[in-house]
């Protein structure tokens, strides 16, 4: 991933971009998902918590923080989509 050393460059946000896309959307999708035993309410309240996530994820230029990042949203929809929900969505901060 990392061009830069320490800090993203744009090369490598750019690179990114559309992994963290799909990832998003696979979230999202997967908070629909009927085996989830949410309530209407909930299933709101969890895909607010997602976005809050990745909008403050959008932010972040240090390439370690990025890929723990990445890698959290990888294990939430995992767990996902075994059906299983978080207590909270899987982020580092």
């Known amino acids: 991933m990392a061009k830069g050393l320490i800090w993203a ?13 799909s990832l998003y959307r696979q979230i999202l999708r997967s908070l629909n998902s009927p085996n989830l035993p949410l309530s209407f309410m909930a299933r ?20 370690h923080n990025i890929e723990e990042l990445i890698e ?8 996902l989509k075994k059906g299983e929900v978080p207590d909270r969505l899987q982020r580092v901060g």
Do not use: Q
């Open 9 to 21: 460059t744009a090369e490598d946000l750019a690179r990114n971009r559309a992994r963290v896309l």
């Open 44 to 63: 709101s309240a969890k895909k607010a918590e997602a976005r809050a996530i990745f909008v403050n994820g959008a932010v972040e230029t240090s390439i």
């Open 72 to 79: 959290c949203g990888e294990y939430t929809l995992s767990l």
